[in-house]
């Protein structure tokens, strides 16, 4: 897989520069980012005025107030911080298909620009049983090197289960968590998975990747279906009342797994990577207020 | 089981390219997917019988199967090789001799036979048969029928006709009706000798079914009366034919069926013993029975008509001595006697004369011939028979006649000779030949001592009997009133038959007594007597003679099988239609 694949062609580079991360998540970066806080803080921007209180800074005394009606008034400013946001890419081989993982990488370095563009903290990582060190930079500088981090992703080959591994890469104190995964797992692990991530982030997003086939299988006849994880083989006659108790399995686990994200108070979006990504990036995502 | 057409096994080619195509048809397509975790989850759902699944997914190609193996079946026509009978043309011969009544006290011979016939028709499957009874000479009830119903139909209506079984008779037949194919002949009788069988045995199994039992048999030979002076002596013969000493009872009943006599009669081992009744009364017939611990009824019974024809020829001393010798070669009591004497003559006796004056008196019957009161007359021209009774077995158009008298008035004319009357008949009953001997060469001629015959038949036959018959025997005999008809009884006045014509009169099969009646005539006894040979029994043997192919040995009963099985294949055609409407050609 190329970069040129990867990359997002310099259009779409300005277009994902317009858009930001959206998150109500109150855990912020120590350092100073350019995302306004609910906070009160040193930024330039104005919020209110409080009555001084023994105790208060004396250096946000508003002086000119205080000139003018000889009352102490304290001049308060929002705080402007930065976001610390990871993205958690499925790299289990079940995202090999070639659609879902362009997909997949795309959406990783759309989703990570922007991030980076707003000057916050952006840490990237994937289950890998190597010790390859995750992607953490912050910075629009490090927009390049994000990129190529991706790409380097030649082929998901990563065994074993995404769910049950995945906590093992996920820095603390996040302000968003971003998981890319076709959700393909058991639905115990998943709930194993989510039950932990609170702790970890405060605005966990679970981004589901499902292709056409996936959703409707086209199939016919007598098909061996080999699973890209375990490559066991499985051999199915496909017949309507086959295809038809498919369609009900899969839309249970696909029930189940938003009612699970909901419990654990996590966003989840399904996407279907047939759709594209422009789509997906500038109707799907926008639509459900993730990027803005 | 079997099967009719192994020809048609070639087609079990079609099954197999079936099958062959199913073998190498693609069997999977490999196809990767991201996780076969919802296909397992559906495949452990219809798991649940791995069989029935199969069955399921492969109904298309196991009904297809089914159907071609059903196609071959019929073609190749099973049937049901059931225990069969011989042979492609069958043949029952069956004996309906009196012989065959002998009776083990359960059940007779024939009725026996007449229950393995209806087993046998059971096993026919679908070849036909031919039914010949065996009697006096064979006959034909069934000619290659095939229908069950009719074959049971005339076993039920066989019945046995008392006669003798006239064996080369039918063998002459059977050859005859024999054809080419093969043939399994079954002979129902109660002995018969190998001997009897022809030589010729190719492609002609003979099965023959005999008693296989010594019956045991005593007799009424032979039972006789005649009259006399002190009365009716009637004597009886009965043959013994057991191995033991029996006794027996001898009663003699006359014509009304009135117990006349009754007598012990003790019977040696093996010896036939004769006895004699004196002193009966006088009766028109008698039958005598006799009652014995034997197993065969019908030849303990006999009748004897007793000869009480008394009647006697007068013959006119005046006629020409040809007609007494003529009358005396007929009967030789015939007297010749003068005219005066003539007139004296009492009771039914018949006169012959040529004086006219007898022909007004009614007690005796008159044959005139010449009339002593007119002169005869020169006649010329062909003679012609108007009422053909008294020459049937004499024509008389041969015979020349020189003179003839006048006709007598009143009279039915019998013959004429150029439309004048030669023979007459008065309403006294009394013929009249209109010529004397010595004008015509009549008594040259053959036909006239038949003439004399029926005449004196004719004239005196009114209170004779009709004599004794073989049972079914046909005869021509001449009653006096011919154009009538004439019921026929039994002794015990049960009606048998009308006799309609009596040029065939055909006496009945039963032995016994029977007479003849027609409305206010009096009855003509007759006797239909058993045949000797039918009251000495011989024991039979069952044997069987001569080879068919086991080919034809085979019945094929494949009707029921073609109907299931194309009902069958018919099903499976639409059963296939709906697996294929629902799940379409690949599952």
């Known amino acids: 897989m190329n970069k040129a694949k990867t990359a997002l062609s310099p259009e779409w580079s300005s277009r994902i520069r317009r858009y930001s991360l959206q998150s109500k998540s109150r855990i912020r970066g120590q350092h100073k980012g350019s995302h306004r806080s609910k906070y009160l803080g040193s930024s330039l921007e104005f919020s209110d005025f409080r009555e001084y209180h023994p105790g208060d800074d004396v250096r946000q005394l508003d002086w000119n107030v205080l000139a003018r009606t000889e009352k102490y008034f304290i001049k308060r400013f929002l705080d402007e911080q930065e976001m610390r946001v990871h993205i958690l890419l499925d790299t289990t081989k079940s995202m090999a298909q070639r659609e879902k993982w362009k997909v997949a990488k795309q959406l990783t370095v759309a989703l990570g620009s922007m991030v980076l563009n707003k000057d916050d903290h952006l840490s990237f990582s994937y289950v890998n049983n190597t010790t390859l060190p995750p992607f953490r930079k912050k910075g629009a500088r490090f927009q390049k090197a994000f990129e190529q981090a991706v790409a380097k992703l030649e082929k998901p080959d990563t065994k074993g289960n995404f769910a049950r591994n995945a906590l093992t890469v996920i820095p603390k104190d996040l302000t968003v968590l971003i998981i890319i995964s076709d959700g393909l797992e058991h639905l115990e692990e998943w709930q194993i998975f989510f039950k932990q991530l609170p702790k970890l982030a405060g605005d966990v997003r679970f981004l589901q990747l499902q292709t056409a086939e996936e959703m409707a299988p086209s199939y016919t006849g007598d098909v061996q279906l080999v699973d890209m994880e375990t490559k066991e083989p499985l051999n199915v006659s496909m017949s309507q009342a086959v295809l038809t108790s498919y369609q009900q399995m899969r839309m249970a686990h696909q029930k189940q797994l938003e009612a699970l994200c909901h419990q654990y108070g996590i966003a989840f979006l399904s996407i279907k990577v047939n759709d594209g990504i422009q789509h997906i990036l500038f109707q799907q995502l926008t639509k459900a207020y993730w990027i803005r | ?587």
């Open chain 2, 1 to 587: 089981m079997g099967i009719s057409n192994l020809a048609f096994l070639w087609t079990i080619v079609f099954p197999l390219i079936v099958i062959i195509y199913y073998f190498f048809r693609k069997k999977y397509s490999v196809q990767e997917v991201s996780s076969t975790l919802f296909w397992r989850e559906v495949m452990k759902e219809t798991k649940v019988s791995p069989y029935l699944q199969h069955l399921q997914r492969n109904t298309l190609f196991y009904l297809q199967m089914l159907l071609f193996l059903f196609m071959i079946l019929t073609l190749l026509q099973p049937y049901i090789k059931s225990k069969a009978i011989a042979g492609e043309q069958i043949i029952w011969v069956v004996d309906t001799s009196a012989s065959m009544l002998v009776d083990d006290g359960k059940q007779s011979v024939f009725e026996k036979y007449k229950q393995e016939m209806h087993t046998l028709s059971k096993q026919l499957g679908g070849k036909s048969v031919t039914i010949i009874t065996v009697d006096a000479e064979p006959k034909i009830l069934l000619r290659d029928e095939q229908k069950i119903a009719t074959i049971q139909k005339a076993i039920d209506e066989l019945q046995v006709t008392y006669g003798h079984e006239n064996w080369s008779n039918t063998m002459d037949f059977l050859q005859s009706i024999i054809e080419k194919k093969s043939t399994a002949v079954y002979i129902f009788t109660d002995a018969m000798d190998r001997k009897q069988l022809p030589t010729r045995t190719k492609n002609v199994k003979w099965i023959v079914r005999g008693t296989d039992h010594k019956y045991q048999n005593i007799s009424l030979q032979r039972f006789g009366a005649i009259q006399s002076e002190k009365g009716v002596q009637a004597i009886a013969q009965i043959d013994n034919q057991t191995k033991k000493n029996q006794q027996a009872t001898l009663k003699v009943y006359d014509a009304n069926n009135k117990l006349m006599a009754e007598k012990n009669v003790s019977l040696k081992a093996g010896q036939v013993t004769k006895t004699v009744l004196n002193d009966l009364e006088m009766t028109t017939a008698l039958t005598a029975k006799l009652t014995v611990n034997d197993e065969y009824t019908a030849d303990q019974s006999m009748s004897a008509l007793l000869a009480t024809d008394q009647s006697r020829i007068y013959v006119d001393q005046s006629l020409h001595q040809l007609v007494f010798k003529a009358f005396q070669s007929i009967d030789p009591a015939t007297s010749t006697i003068t005219s005066k004497q003539l007139k004296t003559i009492q009771g039914r006796n018949l006169l012959v004369t040529n004086q006219t004056q007898f022909l007004k008196q009614t007690q005796n019957p008159v044959l005139l011939i010449g009339r002593d009161d007119q002169k005869a007359f020169p006649v010329q021209g062909n003679i012609k028979a108007i009422d053909q009774n008294l020459f049937s077995y004499a024509p008389i158009d041969d015979i020349y006649v020189e003179k003839l008298y006048p006709e007598v008035q009143n009279a039915k004319t019998l013959a004429t000779i150029d439309d004048k009357p030669l023979i007459q008949q008065t309403k006294n009953g009394h013929i009249v030949v209109l010529t004397d001997l010595q004008m015509t060469d009549w008594a040259l001629h053959p036909s006239f001592p038949l003439f004399l015959w029926n005449v004196k038949e004719k004239l005196t036959a009114t209170e004779s009997q009709l004599g004794t018959f073989k049972p079914g025997e046909k005869r021509v005999i001449s009653l006096p009133n011919s154009p009538k008809n004439y019921d026929i009884y039994s002794a015990d006045n049960e009606y048998i038959t009308t006799l309609t014509d009596n040029g065939s009169f055909v006496a009945p099969a039963k032995p016994g007594l029977y007479y003849a009646k027609s409305d206010g005539d009096d009855a003509f006894y007759f006797i239909v007597a058993l045949e000797q040979q039918e009251k000495t029994l011989s024991e039979g043997t069952t044997f069987q003679y001569g080879e068919v192919s086991k080919k034809d040995t085979i019945a094929k009963d494949d009707s029921v099988f073609s109907t299931i099985l194309i009902i069958m294949i018919l099903g499976l055609l639409i059963a296939e239609w709906e697996v294929q409407r629902r799940y379409g050609f690949t599952n």
